[in-house]
């Protein structure tokens, strides 16, 4: 069984936001799949499908982004996994729209979401997936800038780098090691 868990806000106001690639991501992987996140549990929206002979569990924590790790932490206390069973998909300043970087451990680089998976699972290795948002404008604060949809000049490439990450979780639930999705798709 396979965790796959997005980051994002709940509610109307932050849907399509930048900090919201993590919740876009799932919902892309879901229609993919066939299935609906309609079920709830641990502060959480998720529903269930097979990739392969794999089970995965999609999962958009509920919680607000800063407190991601309260509603992370009772799945995998609950199904009794390792990190290793756990892939968390979110957005990266540090990357321009377009682009995906996989990691197997590292540490929050300043993501409150990431922080808080870290604090409540006690550890910085868990396989993630990142997508670039890219850097505030030069009269625009961080807050604003990833509380932003995207402009129309990146949507194009905002959805490239939406299928790549869909792509390279399909990937890593068919059985792959998580090594050699790195290799495949950074």
């Not at 919201?20 to 992987?29: A, C, P, Q, S, V």
């Not at 299935?35 to 569990?57: D, P, Q, W």
């Amino acid at each position: 069984m396979k965790l796959i868990i997005g980051l994002g806000n709940p509610g109307k106001k932050y849907e399509g936001t930048k900090h919201n690639i993590g919740f876009i991501t799932i919902d892309e992987l879901a229609h993919q799949l066939g299935i609906t996140l309609n079920k709830s549990k641990f502060e959480s929206t998720y529903g269930e499908a097979r990739i392969g002979t794999e089970k995965v569990i999609l999962i958009k924590p509920q919680t607000f982004m800063n407190n991601s790790g309260r509603s992370v932490r009772p799945w995998l206390d609950y199904y009794d996994l390792s990190t290793d069973d756990v892939l968390v998909i979110y957005d990266d300043l540090d990357l321009p729209v377009g682009k995906v970087r996989l990691r197997e451990a590292g540490g929050s680089g300043g993501h409150n979401g990431i922080k808080s998976i870290i604090n409540y699972l006690s550890s910085k290795t868990f396989n993630r997936i990142k997508i670039g948002i890219g850097r505030p404008y030069a009269e625009q604060t961080v807050i604003s800038h990833v509380m932003s949809t995207f402009p129309k000049e990146t949507h194009d490439d905002m959805l490239v780098a939406v299928r790549s990450a869909v792509d390279a979780t399909r990937f890593w639930a068919e059985g792959h090691p998580f090594p050699e999705t790195m290799s495949k798709f950074n």
